[in-house]
């Protein structure tokens, strides 16, 4: 391959990953035909383009340069036509997919470095937006891989020289490429290590929830704009069907006042039905279709009448029957608790601790306010990357209680400012002090943090003086910490008893039938707990179940059939986390540590790994002998080709042989010259080598005549690894 | 296929005398003077740029009587003419006809000592001679010998008065040579040698007459170059004109020049086609006379330059 050809194939190559680099911000949120019908064409261009040339076409110049040309516009043709057929691509995309397909046609169809170089410079601008601004944090591989290919492009351009230039006694054995290629990999590695966790985590766009009465099966897309805020108002004032602050009869499709109405002072107290409505100008856009759903104009001959029509029922009423309690726009497959127990006599539970603080510490958080528990209120601050925010919105919910995922360390309602709003019970659940329920709809931000599992593994357990108080800490006689302990008596129960809410069993009859309700599991887990040494309690509240997450509404509906029981484990620092003793509910997720990861496969593979080095080692260290036997194995099997091709494949094998020992033949001398220097002190070998090349000159440029295989295999065994390394030691001595 | 190898042999026979012939006057440099061989054989010419004393005009006396050829030699000095190398018309007053005086351009063997050190103008005098190998004297054009061989000399040290020759004039040269001082063995035998009594004789013989050399000057023409070959000297070619370091690379006719002695050297070693290591043989001595470079190491970029081009592999 000459050098401009190489040049030009490396051009290709990165301006290839510059376009895959657009993929993953296309793929997930186009039409799929038009996204994959584009890459089809922008693929086809190029095979064309590049194949064509190589078979025999009417001019195939021409068709290779129309080729490139179309490559180059695919993306705008692509953006109209989809346009056309109401299937629009955002412009940005549109724009980055012609920037990524013009820095391909550049590549593909210059001839000068300076074009190519434009290439590789819109195609490395290209790589890195679209690695900034992709969520996936797997795209920075894409940039490396770029990078790497980048570097060795640049260092085979500019810097061939240097290690030309360098004489042979410094001259190392890995080429300078390589080494650059590598090195840049690495620095950027730690540039990405250093850095990592120090810059801001970018926030995921979200969409949350429009307090509207209107029920939670239906959506109105409009409605969903005002995200939760409770601002209902510019919502409503849109569209009619959305529940807002307005008073007027017509628009108000709840006679339920919302949080909102409550406390606005705005507002002030909701108006009473009968009295006039008030009402509010709809945009010009809406009068008329609204006219049409409420009223009926008729033309008949010269009269014109219009009737309004009797107020249509509520079209998504059925929501009233199904019983959703709470809505969550969060993870699914979560426990969200209410009520907490600590004390059980042997058939009821009951709450014994004092954890009751009606003052939760106000907190100014990006002109938001929110109220922290004060005991979990720094940990919340200080890592922050570690807490989830999520929505929940409480339809109708009977108790002041707020269902929160555990671990929640702060509230925070949109206007809401006001201290006396949150409050922690004594079980340690959060609710709304001087209430008899929560206000229906509504909504609230639930900031949890979330728990790595190393912290779970120093799990202290404390003799807690229960029955059996010889199970002290760690439970010694199997040696296991109380967390392996607590999850082999978790699966136990997951795996060997049966969930079953209908037989009404005692703990003993759970015990004996291995079948029981929820409950039974939970109390027979905090119990077991306990005599582990870790202190336990009982949690009430409900389970997201997966299966309930309405993706075009963008939250999960928890009903009341959703009530669930489960278990709390006290850590050292006084924080709570979850177990799942139930089977048919998901386990709480505790992510390890990258370095837990490491630490436990390392314990179940450390002899694999010790193995693989040694093996790897020997395999090394004896490369000389068995790449030997490899080669040897392909001289044996060559026979089957044609002579010349296996006067290639002789001279192959020796310069391979030669290479791994360091003694690589250079590239502008020609392989007689080499050859012959090689040997230059062996007599016996020279008449050998020197026959061999008289041969093989004539067959080769002289073209007459055909090289034997007897020759050839004189040779390759001739100049075995061993010869060569003595060659080469005699020459340098 | 018989005529050709007896033509092969006699070849070879002739070749390997007036190898033995060089080698007993320029004692201790068999490779130089297989190169000057080569270009001989190649139709060209040779530079020779080196130290006052090192045998230049020997080699160059030696090669004429080889060829039992004319020899002729112009000591290059500032006040030397275009005429005084081409020749002159002279009127003749008893025929009243204008008489052409031959200059020394008409041997079959030009020594011309320090070329460097003559104008100019003179020095393009040759250009014609080397180039077409007739001068135009009044308009009218006169061949000359058909082997005719130019060996020129140029002094390196002696910068006073110097006129560095152009890179026309140095183009038409095939290979620039340095002899160099020989090793001690070669300088005991040349000690020794002088001490003897004089045994010209033994040296004043033809060896390959000059229809032979025009015989093997044609055959070198046809030596076979396998078109990887042809792309190799390409490749270098073009490696020459795009490196940073060198001011002017190889020309069209350089590279001729290049294809052709690498012939010559095919014919050298006893073969009918050119491989790569001919080319890569004669590399040195063909660039060094052509190539201007900024670097002043000449050998240095030269080396870089074959390292970085891939020869042609056995595939």
């Known amino acids: 391959m000459t050098m401009s050809q190489r040049k ?96 391909l046609a550049l590549a593909m169809g210059s001839g000068h470095d300076r074009t190519r170089a434009m ?68 620095l950027c590695i730690i540039g990405g290590l250093v850095v990592h966790d120090r810059v801001g985590e970018s926030n995921r766009f979200s969409f949350g929830i429009m307090p509207t009465s209107g029920g939670s099966k239906w959506s109105d897309s409009a409605a969903r704009t005002g995200i939760g805020t409770g601002d209902a108002a510019i919502a409503a004032k849109d569209h009619a069907e959305s529940f807002g602050a307005v008073e007027s009869d017509i628009f108000l499709e709840s006679t339920e006042s919302s949080l909102f109405d409550m406390f606005s002072d705005s507002i002030g107290e909701p108006k009473k039905t009968k009295t006039a409505a008030r009402a509010q100008a709809m945009g010009n856009e809406n009068v008329l279709p609204l006219h049409e759903r409420a009223a009926k104009s008729e033309q008949g001959g010269t009269s014109f009448s219009t009737d309004r029509m ?123 002090p001087g209430r008899d329920l929560v206000p229906p709809l509504t909504i609230v931000n639930v900031a949890s943090l979330s728990v790595m599992e190393d912290e779970l593994i120093g799990l202290n357990a404390q003799n807690l003086g229960s029955p059996r108080p010889a199970s002290g800490r760690g439970a010694g006689a199997e040696g296991c910490s109380a967390y392996e302990q607590l999850q082999s008596m978790v699966s136990h129960l997951r795996t060997e008893f049966t969930f079953d809410r209908n037989t009404e069993n005692s703990v003993e009859g759970f015990l004996q039938t291995r079948r029981g309700g929820d409950h039974l599991f939970a109390t027979v887990a905090a119990l077991k707990a306990r005599e582990i040494g870790l202190e336990s309690r009982l949690v009430t509240g409900f389970y997201v179940r997966p299966e309930s997450f309405d993706i075009t509404a963008g939250h999960a509906n928890v009903s009341s059939g959703d009530v669930h029981v489960w278990v ?35 314990a179940a593979h450390w002899i694999h790994g010790l193995l693989a080095i040694v093996a790897s080692g020997l395999l090394y260290s004896t490369r000389l002998i068995w ?35 360091g003694s690589a033949r250079p590239t502008g001398k020609p392989q007689r010259d080499w050859l012959e220097s090689l040997v230059a002190r062996d007599v016996h070998l020279q008449d050998h080598v020197k026959q061999f090349c008289d041969v093989a000159d004539q067959t080769i440029f002289g073209e007459s005549g055909s090289i034997e295989r007897r020759r050839l295999s004189t040779v390759v065994r001739a100049l075995k690894t061993k010869q060569l390394k003595l060659a080469t030691h005699k020459a340098t001595a | 296929m018989s005529v050709v190898m007896e033509n092969k042999t006699e070849t070879q026979a002739a070749l390997q005398t007036m190898r033995d012939q060089l080698g007993r006057v320029l004692l201790g440099k068999s490779a130089q003077i297989e190169l000057v061989i080569a270009c001989l054989l190649a139709h060209g010419h040779l530079l020779l740029d080196d130290l006052p004393g090192t045998g230049k005009t020997t080699l160059a006396k030696a090669v004429a009587e080889c060829l039992g050829g004319r020899l002729a030699r112009i000591q290059c000095t500032p006040d030397l003419l275009p005429t005084d190398v081409t020749g002159f018309n002279l009127f003749n007053q008893k025929t009243r006809e204008f008489e052409f005086h031959p200059g020394p351009v008409f041997a079959d063997v030009l020594l011309a000592d320090e070329l460097n050190r003559t104008t100019p103008r003179t020095q393009s005098a040759l250009l014609e001679a080397m ?116 001011q002017l690379g190889v020309s069209p006719r350089g590279m001729l020049h290049w294809q052709r002695i690498a012939q010559a050297w095919a014919v050298l070693q006893g073969r009918h086609f050119v491989t790569p290591s001919d080319v890569v043989h004669v590399a040195r001595p063909v660039l060094s006379v052509r190539l201007l470079t900024t670097a002043p190491n000449v050998g240095g970029v030269i080396d870089r330059i074959m390292a970085s081009v891939p020869a042609p592999e056995y595939k």
Request: proline share 5%; net charge neutral.
């Open chain 2, 131 to 246: 180039a077409e190998r007739q001068v135009t004297i009044d308009a009218v054009p006169h061949a000359l010998s058909e082997t005719f061989f130019v060996i020129a000399t140029q002094n390196p040290i002696d910068s006073h008065g110097a006129y560095p020759l152009p890179e026309a004039q140095l183009d038409r040269f095939t290979i620039k040579l340095e002899i160099g001082y020989p090793d001690r063995a070669a300088q005991l035998d040349i000690l020794e040698n002088a001490t003897r009594a004089t045994t010209h004789s033994e040296l004043n013989h033809t060896v390959l007459s000059l229809i032979e050399l025009k015989r093997i000057q044609r055959q070198v023409q046809t030596v076979t170059v396998h078109p990887r070959v042809r792309e190799y000297l390409v490749d270098l070619v073009e490696a020459t004109r795009g490196d940073s370091s060198i």
């Open chain 1, 568 to 602: 709390e484990i006290k850590l050292a620092d006084g924080r709570w986390f979850e177990i799942e003793p139930s089977p048919g509910y998901r386990e709480p997720v505790y992510t390890p540590s990258l370095w837990l990861v490491t630490k436990r496969f390392a």
């Open chain 1, 8 to 103: 030009r194939t490396e051009s290709i190559v990165l301006a290839v990953i510059a376009v895959i680099s657009v993929t993953p911000l296309r793929y997930f949120v186009e039409s799929r035909a038009w996204f994959i019908a584009e890459f089809v064409t922008l693929l086809g261009m190029f095979v064309v383009a590049e194949v064509g040339k190589t078979f025999r076409v009417a001019r195939p110049k021409l068709l290779a340069n129309s080729a490139t040309g179309l490559l180059a516009i695919t993306p705008i043709v692509f953006a109209v036509l989809a346009r056309v057929f109401a299937s629009p691509i955002a412009f940005e995309m549109s724009a980055l997919s012609t920037f990524a397909a013009g820095s």
């Open chain 1, 627 to 661: 790449i030997e036997w490899l080669l040897t194995g392909v001289w044996l099997v060559s026979g089957i080709l044609r002579p010349k091709r296996q006067l290639g494949l002789a001279m192959r094998i020796v310069e391979t042989r030669a290479r791994l020992i």
């Open chain 1, 310 to 432: 009797p107020p249509k029922q509520h079209t998504h009423f059925s929501d009233k029957v199904e019983d959703a309690v709470i809505q969550w726009d969060g993870p699914t497959g979560i426990r969200l608790a209410t009520d907490r127990f600590d004390n059980f006599d042997g058939v009821q539970w009951t709450n014994t601790a004092t954890h009751r603080n009606e003052k939760l510490s106000r907190c100014d958080l990006d002109q938001s306010v929110w109220f922290f528990d004060p005991t979990a209120e720094p940990r919340a601050l200080k890592q922050s990357e570690n807490v989830s925010v999520n929505l929940l919105k409480v339809l109708r919910l009977a108790s002041p209680r707020l269902p929160v995922p555990m671990m929640t360390s702060g509230l925070h309602i949109k206007d809401i400012d006001r201290q006396d709003f949150f409050g922690i019970e004594d079980d340690g659940s959060f609710f709304m």
């Open chain 1, 119 to 186: 290439s590789i410079v819109a195609g490395g601008f290209l790589i890195l937006f679209a690695t900034s601004i992709s969520d996936n944090s797997r795209t920075v591989l894409l940039a490396i891989l770029w990078m790497a290919i980048c570097v060795w492009h640049l260092v085979t351009n500019h810097w061939e020289k240097l290690e030309l230039c360098m004489p042979d006694t410094v001259r190392s054995s890995v080429g300078i490429r390589p080494f650059s290629a590598v090195a840049s990999i690495t």
